[in-house]
């Protein structure tokens, strides 16, 4: 039995040492499956492989939360739920309450959630020769055009931190930075600032969201395979959920001092000033985002992130 | 392999008997998926998704541009501009023309865009100079890739993303071996012509005299001059991106040529759209089918198992190096230059880093390849396209182009592959790197 | 700013045909390429075909007239959204690529009405006779149809299944359908004009072996 297995990311990403870990666990686990691996995204980005992987084409992929084949998978862009790492591993690791909504959403899409991958805490970053370093939302913001991400939540958060939102593709965002055509960029983790150290200034750690990814199979695809062959997958699966977790944290800030010796200043917010940008997104974008996957949800979002 | 190779002959088949380049790609592409048992269900869908990615739209835009230009009576001026400078110089517009595809490639940071805007405009204008309009065309084919080479250019930047290495080095690798290779194109372009009695140069005049010309048309160019300092403005002072700018150009081509020029009525002005668009429709043809095919390649893992099978020769670092050149010279072959870029991140890094190779020095590597790929037969989607441009049938353009490739390309990328300071020099001074 | 002559005799840009035989450009002439409408009606039939078409045509070149001068126009607007009201269209993205799609493949379609698909090839260099050109040229079109009727299947599969799902865009809340019923329109343009560009292309091999036969028995 062969399994295609793509992604779209690099081999510093994440998805990479998920991928190589669970090959090796597959082999560990004795299963016949030979793993065809395509990183990189030389079958297309990541929302292009999430459908290939829902019609069965590629079975297996790691990617983000494509909410253009279901509008509630919006919710993985959803601010401030989880403050730091070890809240991040209760709500979105292993056995953790998102996995279970997440599989709901998914199994209507022909997808089996393997696992919640994480890729760190999305921030601030603005271009070099620019002198603000905005921390206090709104007044700071003001009149810094900042791109965001074309998905409507993305423009709602930044709205209402005060900024002015330009919605571009990822292809021009590089170019954008070097010549000025955008001051600032948002939802960006740390390896992304890696990436685009050399147009970086400053990173301002605003920890609005915690990025994390979909590790997903085909459900026909896996429900045709033999039994023991299936057992031995989920398990491999488990075990490299647990090994990807256990080392995330240290992958995130090992590129955060990367980024902090390359040059670029890395900025913490204040308490004072993290309490108001919450209290900000708490009473902007959680509306509109309860428009969107319904109040039951919402509901349950709000006990998690422990609001009110 | 043997299906490979048996898919690539049908290809080049099918090309010499005139199937539209688009289709002998898809043709080949499906044969080759099909026999080789993969699912071909998400061949077109992958080329639609792909094709419908953002980063193309700069496209069809610079080609508006560039017909309204021509329509509008903009380039015309510009170009008598140009001409009253280096117009008695033997060779002169073709040198003008390798010049003006470097700081179109520069900008716009698409090869496609810059045989668009810069191709029509030249090409007839060198073929009525009397340039042999093979020659011409070879000409505007061969130095398109240097958008590739100036940045910034999208498959760079895919490559340094995908290769973890920084976009901005990268970036500054090959600005030396995209300035050496401008000239060196500008001098042969002179070299192939030197013994070429059709070209008509004007007799030389008094400084004065001549002087009095260039501000005369430069005159009556003033507000062609404006368009590429629009463009150029815009981007470089970070108003617009690349794309928008084109947009802008568009704009203000539609008004200058219907008021102040008026080379253009209204009526014209919509035959040019749907000019336009018929020219971008055929030359988005030939990327969509070549998408997919990249992708039946891909799906098979030709790219990886071609590299296997020679990197198996030898362990000594400059055989290897040079291996990889022929690869990556391949792989520019049968797929287009961001698949390209993602494969030579992937297969070919890991390698390098081995061998204890600068990885930027290995993006210039990378960035010289894949624009000698564009251009060299039989998947030469920029050399099919200026063809496309100047009218001609294949054998007219094939022996100039393969003479500038010989004399032009491929002595740089050796010289890129073997002298590292070529691409290192830039980003130690500017970077520290 | 003063009207001056220009230096050369002067085409419309509008107007110029690729590939066909154009004396300016080329010193040696090559046997003219059929295209998928003929210049005129041989029976009654024919000129309500062409009547028919000519229906169409008028729709895709109104088509793509919108599509052409609203991408400049929507692109253009989005620099000065963002400059002069600071107030971005979420949807730009989109709607820019909506209307680059449909560029595409009307342009796609529109130019295989008009023969102007990117083509390499020796044939005419090669091969001197003009019937057995016709033989290549009625083989390679009918090749084309073929293919392009495979691809259209898959194309149309794609493009029904978003159509029929209902899957919405992300941020405009469109139907996808609107994307991708872009390929559907210009994969049966391909298909048609290429069946035309077949039926022409038979006509002319037919026509030729007609006179040819009757050139030969006037020789006996
Ligand atoms: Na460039
Ligand atoms: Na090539």
């Given at each position: 039995?062969?399994?295609?297995?793509?992604?779209?990311?690099?081999?510093?990403?994440?998805?990479?040492?998920?991928?190589?870990?669970?090959t090796?666990?597959?082999?560990?686990?004795?299963?016949?499956?030979?793993?065809?691996?395509?990183?990189?995204?030389?079958?297309?980005?990541?929302?292009?492989?999430?459908e290939?992987?829902?019609?069965?084409?590629?079975?297996?992929?790691?990617?983000?939360?494509?909410?253009?084949?279901?509008?509630?998978?919006?919710?993985?862009?959803?601010?401030?739920?989880?403050?730091?790492?070890?809240?991040?591993?209760?709500?979105?690791?292993?056995?953790?309450?998102?996995?279970?909504?997440?599989?709901?959403?998914?199994?209507?899409?022909?997808?089996?959630?393997?696992?919640?991958?994480?890729?760190?805490?999305?921030?601030?970053?603005?271009?070099k020769?620019?002198?603000?370093?905005?921390?206090?939302?709104?007044?700071?913001?003001?009149?810094?055009?900042?791109?965001?991400?074309?998905?409507?939540?993305?423009?709602?958060?930044?709205?209402?931190?005060?900024f002015?939102?330009?919605?571009?593709?990822?292809?021009?965002?590089?170019?954008?930075?070097?010549?000025?055509?955008?001051?600032?960029?948002?939802?960006?983790?740390?390896?992304?600032?890696?990436?685009?150290?050399?147009?970086?200034?400053?990173?301002?750690?605003?920890?609005?969201?915690?990025?994390?990814?979909?590790w997903?199979?085909?459900?026909?695809?896996?429900?045709?395979?033999?039994?023991?062959?299936?057992?031995?997958?989920?398990?491999?699966?488990?075990?490299?959920?647990?090994?990807?977790?256990?080392?995330?944290?240290?992958?995130?800030?090992?590129?955060?001092?990367?980024?902090?010796?390359?040059?670029?200043?890395?900025?913490?917010?204040?308490?004072?000033?993290?309490?108001?940008?919450?209290?900000?997104?708490?009473?902007?974008?959680?509306?509109?985002?309860?428009?969107?996957?319904?109040?039951?949800?919402?509901?349950?979002?709000?006990?998690?992130?422990?609001?009110? | 392999?043997?299906?490979?190779?048996?898919?690539?002959?049908?290809?080049?088949?099918?090309?010499?008997?005139?199937?539209?380049?688009?289709?002998?790609?898809?043709?080949?592409?499906?044969?080759?998926?099909?026999?080789?048992g993969?699912?071909?269900?998400?061949?077109i869908?992958?080329?639609?998704?792909?094709?419908?990615?953002?980063?193309?739209?700069?496209?069809?835009?610079?080609?508006?541009?560039?017909?309204?230009?021509a329509?509008?009576?903009?380039?015309?001026?510009?170009?008598?501009?140009?001409?009253?400078?280096?117009?008695?110089?033997?060779?002169g517009?073709?040198a003008?023309?390798?010049?003006?595809?470097?700081?179109?490639?520069?900008?716009?940071?698409?090869?496609?865009?810059?045989?668009?805007?810069?191709?029509?405009?030249?090409?007839?204008?060198?073929?009525?100079?009397?340039?042999?309009?093979?020659?011409?065309?070879?000409l505007?084919?061969?130095?398109?890739?240097?958008?590739?080479?100036?940045?910034?250019?999208?498959?760079?930047?895919?490559?340094?993303?995908?290769?973890?290495?920084?976009?901005?080095?990268?970036?500054?690798?090959?600005?030396?071996?995209?300035?050496?290779?401008?000239?060196?194109?500008?001098?042969?372009?002179?070299?192939?012509?030197?013994?070429?009695?059709?070209?008509?140069?004007?007799?030389?005049?008094?400084f004065?005299?001549?002087?009095?010309?260039?501000?005369?048309?430069?005159?009556?160019?003033?507000?062609?001059?404006?368009?590429?300092?629009?463009?150029?403005?815009?981007?470089?002072?970070?108003?617009?991106?690349?794309?928008?700018?084109?947009?802008?150009?568009?704009?203000?081509?539609?008004?200058?040529?219907?008021?102040?020029?008026?080379?253009?009525?209204?009526?014209?002005?919509?035959?040019?759209?749907?000019?336009?668009?018929?020219?971008t429709?055929?030359?988005?043809?030939?990327?969509?089918?070549?998408f997919?095919?990249?992708?039946?390649?891909?799906?098979?893992?030709?790219?990886?198992?071609?590299?296997?099978?020679?990197?198996?020769?030898?362990?000594?670092?400059?055989?290897?190096?040079?291996?990889?050149?022929?690869?990556?010279?391949?792989?520019?072959?049968?797929?287009?230059?961001?698949?390209?870029?993602?494969?030579?991140?992937?297969?070919?890094?890991?390698?390098?880093?081995?061998?204890?190779?600068?990885?930027?020095?290995?993006a210039?590597?990378?960035?010289?390849?894949?624009?000698?790929?564009?251009?060299?037969?039989?998947?030469?989607?920029?050399?099919?396209?200026?063809?496309?441009?100047?009218?001609?049938?294949l054998?007219?353009?094939?022996?100039?182009?393969?003479?500038?490739?010989?004399?032009?390309?491929?002595?740089?990328?050796?010289?890129?592959?073997?002298?590292?300071?070529?691409?290192?020099?830039?980003?130690?001074?500017?970077?520290g790197? | 700013?003063?009207?001056?002559?220009?230096?050369?005799?002067?085409?419309?840009?509008?107007?110029?045909?690729?590939?066909?035989?154009?004396?300016?450009?080329?010193?040696?002439?090559i046997?003219?390429?059929?295209?998928?409408?003929?210049?005129?009606?041989?029976?009654?039939?024919?000129?309500?075909?062409?009547?028919?078409?000519?229906?169409?045509?008028?729709?895709?070149?109104?088509?793509?007239?919108?599509?052409?001068?609203?991408?400049a126009?929507?692109?253009?607007s989005?620099?000065?959204?963002r400059?002069?009201?600071?107030s971005?269209?979420?949807g730009?993205?989109?709607?820019?690529?909506?209307?680059?799609?449909?560029?595409?493949?009307?342009?796609?379609?529109?130019?295989?009405?008009?023969?102007?698909?990117?083509?390499?090839?020796?044939?005419?260099?090669?091969?001197?006779?003009?019937?057995?050109?016709?033989?290549?040229?009625?083989?390679?079109?009918?090749?084309?149809?073929?293919?392009?009727?495979?691809?259209g299947?898959?194309a149309?599969?794609?493009?029904?299944?978003?159509?029929?799902?209902?899957?919405?865009?992300?941020?405009?809340?469109?139907?996808?359908g609107?994307?991708?019923?872009?390929?559907?329109?210009?994969?049966?343009?391909?298909?048609?004009?290429?069946?035309?560009?077949?039926?022409?292309?038979?006509?002319?091999?037919?026509?030729?072996?007609?006179?040819?036969?009757?050139?030969?028995?006037?020789?006996?």
């Open positions: 039995e062969e399994l295609m297995l793509a992604h779209a990311y690099p081999t510093d990403h994440i998805f990479h040492l998920t991928s190589e870990t669970f090796n666990q597959l082999k560990a686990q004795g299963s016949t499956i030979e793993v065809d691996y395509h990183p990189g995204g030389d079958l297309g980005d990541w929302a292009s492989i999430f290939q992987s829902m019609e069965g084409v590629v079975p297996m992929t790691m990617s983000f939360g494509a909410s253009e084949y279901d509008p509630r998978l919006d919710l993985s862009w959803l601010s401030y739920v989880v403050d730091d790492w070890k809240e991040a591993r209760e709500v979105y690791g292993p056995n953790g309450k998102m996995t279970d909504v997440y599989n709901e959403i998914l199994n209507d899409l022909d997808l089996v959630v393997l696992g919640v991958i994480p890729t760190g805490f999305g921030s601030i970053a603005t271009r020769g620019i002198d603000e370093v905005p921390t206090s939302f709104p007044n700071d913001a003001q009149g810094i055009k900042i791109r965001v991400p074309p998905i409507p939540i993305g423009i709602e958060r930044f709205k209402s931190f005060g002015t939102p330009v919605p571009m593709p990822f292809s021009e965002l590089y170019t954008a930075l070097q010549l000025g055509t955008i001051d600032a960029r948002g939802t960006a983790p740390s390896v992304e600032i890696w990436q685009m150290r050399d147009v970086i200034e400053a990173y301002i750690l605003t920890k609005d969201y915690f990025e994390h990814a979909f997903v199979v085909n459900k026909s695809w896996l429900e045709e395979l033999p039994a023991d062959e299936r057992q031995k997958l989920l398990s491999a699966a488990d075990a490299t959920m647990a090994k990807v977790w256990d080392e995330a944290q240290a992958i995130d800030e090992g590129f955060l001092n990367k980024v902090r010796d390359s040059g670029v200043k890395v900025v913490e917010l204040s308490p004072e000033d993290m309490s108001k940008a919450k209290k900000i997104l708490y009473a902007e974008e959680w509306p509109f985002m309860e428009k969107t996957v319904g109040p039951e949800i919402m509901t349950m979002m709000r006990d998690i992130a422990g609001i009110k | 392999m043997t299906l490979f190779l048996i898919s690539m002959l049908i290809v080049i088949v099918l090309i010499l008997i005139e199937i539209p380049v688009a289709f002998a790609f898809g043709i080949g592409a499906v044969l080759f998926a099909f026999t080789t993969n699912n071909i269900s998400f061949l869908p992958h080329g639609f998704k792909t094709a419908s990615g953002f980063a193309l739209l700069a496209l069809p835009l610079f080609i508006f541009a560039g017909l309204l230009m329509e509008g009576g903009i380039s015309e001026r510009l170009l008598n501009f140009v001409n009253s400078i280096v117009g008695r110089i033997k060779g517009l073709g003008v023309t390798v010049l003006t595809c470097a700081l179109f490639g520069a900008i716009s940071g698409s090869s496609s865009a810059a045989i668009a805007a810069v191709g029509q405009i030249m090409i007839p204008r060198m073929v009525r100079e009397g340039y042999p309009a093979g020659h011409a065309t070879a505007v084919a061969c130095s398109s890739v240097l958008a590739l080479l100036i940045p910034p250019s999208i498959p760079m930047i895919v490559f340094s993303i995908t290769g973890g290495v920084s976009v901005g080095a990268a970036f500054l690798s090959t600005i030396i071996p995209g300035i050496l290779l401008t000239l060196l194109y500008c001098g042969l372009n002179i070299w192939f012509l030197r013994n070429n009695p059709d070209i008509q140069v004007d007799p030389p005049l008094p004065k005299q001549a002087a009095k010309g260039v501000v005369k048309t430069g005159y009556s160019a003033a507000f062609a001059l404006l368009m590429p300092l629009i463009i150029l403005g815009a981007i470089y002072s970070g108003i617009a991106t690349p794309t928008e700018a084109a947009a802008i150009a568009v704009i203000y081509a539609i008004p200058v040529g219907l008021f102040i020029y008026k080379g253009m009525s209204l009526s014209s002005l919509g035959a040019v759209t749907i000019r336009a668009v018929t020219m429709g055929s030359i988005m043809a030939v990327l969509f089918f070549l997919i095919m990249s992708r039946a390649m891909i799906l098979e893992q030709v790219p990886r198992d071609l590299a296997q099978a020679l990197l198996q020769i030898s362990e000594n670092k400059y055989v290897i190096l040079l291996l990889i050149n022929v690869l990556l010279l391949l792989i520019g072959m049968i797929v287009d230059d961001i698949s390209g870029s993602v494969l030579a991140a992937i297969i070919f890094l890991p390698i390098i880093n081995e061998l204890g190779i600068d990885p930027i020095h290995f210039a590597v990378v960035g010289v390849n894949l624009g000698l790929g564009n251009v060299s037969p039989p998947c030469a989607p920029m050399l099919y396209m200026a063809g496309g441009v100047s009218k001609l049938s054998d007219r353009y094939i022996t100039p182009t393969l003479k500038f490739l010989c004399f032009g390309h491929l002595p740089m990328v050796f010289l890129v592959t073997f002298v590292p300071e070529l691409s290192l020099f830039l980003p130690k001074l500017l970077m790197y | 700013m003063q009207q001056e002559k220009l230096s050369a005799p002067y085409k419309s840009v509008g107007e110029a045909k690729i590939y066909d035989y154009d004396p300016d450009l080329s010193a040696h002439p046997p003219p390429h059929l295209h998928a409408i003929p210049n005129q009606a041989n029976h009654k039939v024919d000129s309500v075909l062409m009547r028919f078409e000519r229906l169409l045509n008028w729709t895709f070149r109104s088509m793509m007239l919108l599509a052409g001068l609203g991408l126009v929507l692109m253009f989005q620099v000065i959204m400059y002069v009201l600071e971005p269209f979420t730009i993205e989109e709607a820019s690529i909506l209307l680059a799609v449909w560029i595409y493949f009307l342009g796609m379609g529109y130019a295989t009405r008009e023969r102007e698909h990117i083509h390499g090839g020796i044939v005419s260099l090669i091969v001197k006779d003009p019937y057995k050109v016709g033989v290549i040229r009625f083989i390679g079109s009918i090749t084309c149809m073929i293919a392009a009727i495979i691809f299947y898959f149309c599969k794609y493009a029904l299944k978003e159509l029929d799902r209902g899957r919405l865009s992300v941020n405009l809340r469109w139907p996808r609107l994307w991708s019923a872009s390929m559907i329109v210009g994969f049966a343009m391909m298909v048609g004009y290429f069946l035309l560009e077949t039926i022409n292309e038979f006509r002319y091999l037919r026509r030729t072996r007609r006179a040819r036969q009757s050139q030969q028995q006037a020789e006996v």
